[in-house]
């Protein structure tokens, strides 16, 4: 496939409990009111992440649980497994049927990876967040609806890139996950105002692209 050309992710699996017991409420740290749960699996950890934030902004829903698994999808524990579980709490099953569906929509829509390469051996994942939801602005400790880049890529090309964003871009780093991550690659959210995060993604991506092409650069 040519370079930049885009990687959808794949949501696995999607359930509903309308009317999570009591004990398992308890185990996810649940509010009272928050009776009904929703469950996904991907074979994409961050495209996850972004879309569960997605469907706070969508639903009246909280994401009361969201982990990667190790060593990635392609060593996944069976064939629902994927990449990652996400969970999101709601009062009712609409609540969290809607929040549901806005993660897999934004999830095969617009939460894309693209290739750096050729044979699609190196991929990374560049985006822009306008305005984020509860999940992200909680993570990263910002006001909620602020903007951030979320940028991920393997472990070289990320982070000579992050240097390069820092550079070039009036953002700050809000979370850095450095390698190893439980998927092996390394992931930062920066923030500032949409103008710059924009900036920050368009420097990320070319230099991922050139440590790409050029990896003996010394």
């Given at each position: 496939m040519p370079t930049l050309s885009p990687l959808y992710a794949t949501p696995l699996a999607?359930?509903?409990?309308?009317?999570?017991?009591?004990?398992?409420?308890?185990?996810?740290?649940l509010r009272p009111e928050q009776r009904s749960i929703g469950l996904i699996s991907a074979d994409n950890d961050d495209a996850t992440y972004v879309s569960v934030d997605e469907a706070t902004k969508m639903a009246d829903v909280e994401v009361v649980y969201a982990r990667s698994f190790y060593a990635g999808a392609r060593h996944a524990s069976g064939k629902l497994s994927g990449e990652i579980m996400?969970?999101?709490?709601?009062?009712?099953?609409?609540?969290?049927?809607?929040?549901?569906?806005?993660?897999?929509d934004y999830m095969k829509n617009e939460a894309l990876w693209y290739s750096a390469n050729e044979d699609d051996s190196i991929a990374f994942f560049p985006h822009l967040i306008s305005r984020t939801g509860s999940f992200l602005s909680k993570v990263c400790n910002i006001p909620?609806?602020?903007?951030?880049?979320?940028?991920?890529?393997?472990?070289?090309?990320?982070?000579?890139?992050?240097?390069?964003?820092?550079?070039?871009?009036?953002?700050?780093?809000?979370?850095?996950?450095?390698?190893?991550?439980?998927?092996n690659y390394m992931g930062v959210m920066l923030t500032g105002d949409q103008p710059a995060c924009k900036q920050a993604t368009i420097a990320f991506r070319e230099k991922v692209l050139e440590v790409a092409n050029t990896p003996f650069n010394y």
């Open positions: 999607v359930q509903i409990i309308p009317n999570v017991d009591a004990n398992f409420a308890e185990h996810l740290n996400a969970i999101i709490a709601g009062a009712n099953p609409a609540e969290v049927r809607s929040g549901l569906q806005a993660a897999v909620l609806g602020n903007p951030i880049a979320y940028l991920v890529a393997p472990p070289m090309e990320g982070l000579v890139a992050l240097d390069a964003v820092l550079k070039a871009a009036a953002v700050q780093i809000v979370s850095l996950t450095m390698p190893p991550s439980e998927t």
